[in-house]
Nanobody, 125 residues
């Protein structure tokens, strides 16, 4: 049974930082990539960042490039999203997700097999 559990969300002022964690269990050794997505109130879910397991390549949405950093700790089976210079428009529920097959598009939510329950991030102005 694969499980993804996010943590680290909360309330922060604009310009502040948060680090989200996504702890994985089950068949996490079979993941090919992991990503972070977010859904703001009244909006569609959108891609934030992703990391491929094989070459530790990272990818970011233009809206977060230079402010967010995705990383992984293989020993802890955990993926992180460090968010700096947060803006009110970053307010959303953040989800981590995992791909179970190779060569899939990282920015498309339909290419991910496993999802966490989400963690709320609220940035006040």
């Amino acid at each position: 049974q694969v499980q993804l559990v996010e943590s680290g969300g909360g309330l922060v002022q604009a310009g502040g930082s948060l680090r989200l964690s996504c702890a994985t269990s089950g068949r996490s050794f079979s993941f090919y990539a992991m990503g972070w997505f977010r859904r703001a109130p009244g909006k569609e879910r959108e891609f934030v960042a992703a990391i491929r397991w094989s070459r530790v390549q990272t990818y970011y949405a233009d809206s977060v490039k230079g402010r967010f950093t995705i990383s992984r700790d293989e020993a802890k089976n955990t993926v992180y999203l460090k968010m700096n210079s947060l803006k009110p428009e970053d307010t959303a529920v953040y989800y981590c997700a995992a791909q179970s097959g190779p060569g899939r598009i990282l920015s498309g939510s339909t290419t991910y097999t496993y999802w966490g329950q989400g963690t709320q991030v609220t940035v006040s102005s």
